[in-house]
């Protein structure tokens, strides 16, 4: 393992770590530089998991006296650059409100644009979770996909559990939005 090179290792997730009987046999690999954007199926955090990974495990191996230090604790880990999110002016919002007005997406997209509320906290709202009479809304589920699947999860921090205030022309569109769905589950009924 050469760091000199500019070369990273990353745990062989395949190899990484087996423990058989007194020993450990851990297996790394040279990967060289990524950019913080994804590269084949690296990324900087991957890469940062996989040696939190490695260290907790060989600290483990430590703690057993199956090792007298962890050689993974001395390695230098790349830095992580991160970039600003990029959001849209309100000239691109306006043209993307008008490009979706009369789909079905509208609701939605319009009420993100509103709330600047994510795609996931979006999708997972129910009408339970909304109060058109005080004008706001209580993000409690996020959806998600997992393993193909499509899952009902709660935020994962405690500040994205929250209430969002509503403003008048998103509460209107809400309203109208209520009485579209009730009149297509009324009609999916009776067919």
């Not at 849209?88 to 043209?95: F, G, M």
Request: glycine fraction near 6%.
């Amino acid at each position: 393992m050469s760091l000199s090179r500019r070369f990273y290792w990353a745990p062989n997730c395949a190899t990484s770590r087996a423990v058989a009987r007194d020993t450990v046999v851990v297996t790394m690999t040279n990967v060289p530089p990524i950019s913080a954007t994804r590269s084949g199926t690296h990324t900087f955090e991957s890469m940062h998991g996989h040696c939190r990974l490695a260290a907790a495990t060989l600290e483990i191996a430590v703690r057993d006296g199956l090792l007298a230090t962890n050689p993974v604790a001395k390695v230098r880990r790349p830095k992580v650059t991160r970039s600003e999110a990029r959001h849209l002016s309100t000239a691109e919002v306006k043209s993307l409100l008008s490009h979706a007005k009369g789909s079905r997406y509208y609701p939605a997209v319009f009420l993100m644009a509103f709330t600047g509320l994510r795609r996931g906290e979006v999708a997972g709202l129910a009408w339970s979770d909304v109060d058109l009479a005080k004008a706001e809304m209580t993000v409690k589920h996020t959806l998600g996909r997992v393993g193909g699947e499509l899952v009902l999860s709660e935020p994962k921090t405690t500040r994205s559990r929250r209430r969002v205030p509503l403003a008048a022309p998103l509460v209107a569109e809400l309203k109208a939005h209520k009485i579209r769905q009730d009149a297509e589950r009324k009609t999916a009924a009776n067919v």
